[in-house]
C-alpha cells in the first residue's frame, strides 16, 4: 500500500528522499555563488541538505505552511537562517514571501504547486521576480498523469499536458528538465556501509518522467544535472511483487472455479427448466394445479376429457 | 479586468460549455468582469446552462459602449464582431481548425480560414496540436495552451471499478447525426454489426437523420448529470469523429469508468493510449472497429484493464478550477505583454483570399458547366414528343415500346454527356 507523505523524514522511503535529494543537488552549484537563497514548501529541510554540500549561501530563507517544519529547516541550517510560516496560495502569505525575497535570489520551489489550491498568483510573482528582479527560481512538479497515483495532499494534478501549459506562462530563457528513475546495483564486500562514485549516462528522450523541473530568470541556464542512487529496501519490494504474483494465481484459480460452477449452474438451470417443463405438461393432462406457478385456481389447466373439463362444459 | 467572451449563440455544444466554464472560474475564482457578447440576434432559446445565471449577457449594440482589456473571439463567425468592440487586446480562443468543418466547395471554408489570419494579440487554444500548428501558420503571435477542465462534481469518478464479468457490452454513442464529422450514424453500423452481445445507447440532441432502428436506447438532449449516469452505465464510449479539436465525450466516460474505441482523430492523444486506456481504430473500417468492440465483449479482462486505466487517466486530468487558474494567468499575461504587430498575418490573409476566390471561381464554373448540360437535357425533355415517350415508358402498358425507345434515349443520353 503506499504511503503518502506530506513531508521528507527520516523514516521516508530512500527511493522517495533520493528524488529530492537529486533536485536539490542540481541546484547546489547555483545555491552555493548566490547572495541570497529562498526554499519555498521547505519541509522540514532534510532534502535541502543536499543543496548546500558545495557551499552555503551568506543568507537563506525557508518558506512553509507548517510552522514546526520551517522551525526545523531552519535550524538545521544555522543561526543566520529566517524561518517564515506562511501560506503560499493566500495574499498575505504571498506577500511575506515578496518581501523576504531580495534582487538576485535564488529561489526553490520543489514539489509545492501541486499541494496549493490557488498555484496561479505563486506562479505569477515567481514569473515577475524572474523577469524583473534578477531572481533565478527553480520548482519542480509531478508527473501523476503517468504515475496514476492518487495523492491525497495533491490539489491539482500535473504531468506532460499540464507543463506544456505552464511553459506558455514562463519567461524566455526557461529551461525545462525532466527527473528520471533509475536502477542500480552495488557490490559490497563487508558488512560496513561504503561510499561509492558512481557515473551515470542517462537521457529524457522516450522516457518516462517521474517530474519536470523548470528553471527560469537570468542564472536559469546554469542548472545542473544530477544524479544520486540509494540502497532500497529489495526485502520489502519482493515481498510487494511476490504478493502480486501470489494474488494473481490465486485468483486465477477461482476464476477458473468460478467458470466451472457458472457452467454447471447454467446446466443444471437448463436441466430443471426441461424437468419443470415436462411436470407441467403431465400435471396439465392430469388437471392438476401447475406446480411452482403460485398454486392459484388460474394456474389450473382442465386436461381434455377430465372430470374438471367435464364440470366446465 | 474586463474581460468579453463573443459568442455566436448560446446554444447546446461542447464548445459553448467549455466557454462558459471558463468564463465562470474567471468570474467567480479570479475576480475577473467578464461578459458574454453574442455577435448575432438570436431566436432560439438559450440551452439550459446553470453557469449563465452568474455572467451577464450583452448584445453587441450594448458592447459597444464598453470597453474590454481583453476580447476573445470563440468562434470563426465571432471574428467580425470582434473587432467592433474596443478592446485592449484581441484574443482568438481556437477549440478547433473550423475550416475543416466545411466541405471544399463550401465558401464558409474561406471565411474560417482567413479568420486565422486577423490581427489578434494571442491565440488561446485547448490542444497542442492547435498550438503547434497555429505556430506554424502565425510565428508572428503568441499561442498558449489552456485545456479543458472536467465538472468533478459531475463526472465524480468511482473510487473503485468492479469487474464486469458477463453481460451484452454497453456501447454509447453521442452526438448530431446531421453533422457529418461526427459520424454517428457509421458508429451505429459499426456497432450494429458486432458478433458478440451487446447493448447500443445513442445520445442525439435530436433525431433528425439519425438511424434509430440500429441502437437499442435511444436519448436526448440530456443533461451534463444525466450524461454522466449513462456514461457510468457503459462500458465502452464508441467515437468515430473525422475532425475535432480536442473532443471531450471519450474524457468524460473514462471520469465515470468506461473505455473508448476512437479513430486516431486530432486531440485524440491529448489523453488516448492505445492499448492502454482505449483502443483506436482505423479511418473508414467499419469492420475493423466491430471488431474491436467484439474482442472487448468477448476479453472482460482487457475490457477492465482499459477501464481502470481510463479511470487512473482521469483522475490525472484537472478541474475547471484548475483550468480556469491557466486561463486567468494566461490573460493577465497576455494583457500585461506588448500585442504583435497587427499587419503580421496580412501577407497570410490576402493569399487565403486569393486561394479562396481560386477555387470558388473554378467551382463557379463547374456548376455553370452542370447547369449547361441540366438545361440541354430539360431542352430534350420538353421536345414533343420525347415527354409522351418517358411518361408511356414509366407506365407498365408502354413497356413493349419503351423496348425501342430506350436505346434512343440511351443514345441521346451519351451524346448529352459526351
Redesign the interface.
Known sequence: MVDFQERITQETEPSIRVEHDVRYGAVAPLVATSAAWVDLGCGTGLAARAAIERGRPPKATFVDVDEAATGEAARAFGDDATAIVADLSAPDGLAAVRAAIDDGAVVTCFETLEHLPVFVALLELLVELAERHDVTVVMSVPNDAFSGVQNPHHTTVWGEGAVEELRGLLPDGYVLAHQLALAGSVLAVDEEPHSHTIEVTAGAAGAAQTHFVAAFGPRAGELAGSAAVAQVDQRRQRAWERQRSADLAFYRVLQAERDELHTALEDHIRQFTDYRTYVHELEARLGLPLSGAGGDAAATVAAPGSAAADAVA | MRVAFVINDLQLSGGMGVVIAHARELRLRHGMDVSFVLARDQEEPNWRYDALAEVPVLSLRDAREHAFDIAISTWWETTYALFALRAERYVSFVQSLEDRFYRPDEIERMGAAIALDLPFSAFVTEA?WI?DTLAELRPDV??????NGIDKVVFSAPVELAPRMDGPLRVLVEGYAGVWFKNLNEALAAAAEMRERHHVTVVAPDRMGLPTHLADRVLGPVSHLEMASLYAESDVVLKLSSVEGMYGPPLEGFHMGATCVTTEVTGHE??VEHGVNALVCDWDDRRGTSRQLDLLAADRRLLHELRS?AL??A?????W??AG??M???L??IHQRPAPAATGGTARLLADVRLGIEEQRVYRAERREARWKAGRYDRLLATPGVSQALALRRRWSGRLPARIVDPVLGRVKRLLGG
Not at chain 2, 142 to 147: G, Y
Open positions: 497542442r498550438r503568441p499561442c498558449h495552451l489552456v485545456r491529448e489523453y486505466n487512473m487517466t483522475q490525472a486530468w484537472p478541474s478550477p484548475q487558474q491557466f486567468a494567468a494566461t493577465r499575461r
